[in-house]
């Protein structure tokens, strides 16, 4: 499949780790201009090494903590020093907080806010001017199930990223006359490193092992097993190719059929 991905500079929020990272291989491999960014400086190295052993192409990379507005700005900055301009902005972040909303406080909410929505909001104002001076750009938010059916004991995750959904939606209206689609994708249950983290708090909930708490989320899968981070890394290359120019607006579950509805 021709991606016209070729050269194109994506920017990959939260990516030395899961979802983010094989987001980032995904557009290595198709030979783009790949910028990651993350909060460690270690693991984003490691993760860079990694990439450049795979593919022949060191990524470039950002420390950046997304509640930050001084690190997404030096980020973007950095980038666009690098490669010009960015072409393809995927707008990922670490998972908030979980917690019943009787348990958590304004700050938890503050940030929440700040790292899921805020920073999507800041890194989509700056890469925009440049998308729609150059007639091409692609917004790609990765947000969760949860916009489809809430999750249990995620009440931040489910309110934030219904909010982002929302502003996608919004923005995708506004910028479609400049050849910019904006889309997310909402993963299932899908192994990494946050699903293992939830598994173990449910795991102290039930008083079971998080070992069998995972079996039992693969059970809930019509597929039967978990996901991997790479199937929902193709469906962002997919929306940030060619291929997908008349996709605007939407959201794409890729969870092994978890979620029950018609839409
Ligand atoms: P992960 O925990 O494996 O990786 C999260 C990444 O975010 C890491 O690189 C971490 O360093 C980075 N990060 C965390 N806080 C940050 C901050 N403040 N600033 C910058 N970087 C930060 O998580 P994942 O499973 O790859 O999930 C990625 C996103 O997808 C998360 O928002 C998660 O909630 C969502 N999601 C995951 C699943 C799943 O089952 N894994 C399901 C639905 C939604």
Not at 72 to 85: C, L, P
Not at 143 to 169: C, E, F, H, W, Y
Not at 213 to 239: D, H, T, Y
Request: net charge neutral; aromatic share 6%.
């Amino acid at each position: 499949m021709e991606t016209g991905l070729k050269n194109k500079t994506v920017l990959i929020t939260a990516a030395s780790l899961g979802i983010g990272k094989a987001i980032a291989e995904a557009f290595a491999s198709e030979g783009c201009n790949v910028a990651i960014s993350s909060r460690s400086k270690d693991n984003l190295l490691s993760t860079a090494k990694e990439i450049k052993l795979k593919y022949d192409f060191e990524p470039f990379w950002s420390v950046c903590d997304l509640n930050k507005n001084k690190d997404i700005e030096n980020t973007y900055t950095a980038v666009t020093e690098q490669f010009s301009s960015v072409d393809i902005l995927v707008n990922n972040c670490g998972g908030p907080v979980t917690g019943m909303f009787q348990e958590l406080d304004e700050k938890d909410w503050d940030n929440a806010y700040d790292q899921v929505l805020k920073s999507a909001v800041r890194l989509s104002k700056l890469v925009l001017p440049d998308m729609m001076r150059n007639h091409w750009g692609r917004i790609l938010n990765i947000t969760s199930i949860s916009v489809k059916q809430p999750v249990d004991n995620l009440v931040l995750s489910n309110s934030l990223r219904a909010g982002l959904t929302g502003m996608a939606k919004s923005l995708s209206n506004e910028v479609a006359k400049y050849n910019i689609t904006v889309n997310n994708v909402a993963p299932g249950m899908t192994l990494t490193r946050r699903l293992y983290e939830l598994a173990v708090v449910e795991a102290k909930q039930k008083k079971k092992s998080h070992e069998e708490i995972l079996v039992e989320m693969a059970k809930k899968v019509p597929m039967n097993r978990l996901g991997r981070p790479e199937e929902i890394a193709s469906v962002v290359l997919f929306l940030a190719s060619s291929q997908s120019s008349y996709v605007t607006g939407n959201t794409i579950q890729v969870d092994g059929g978890y979620i029950r509805s018609l839409y």
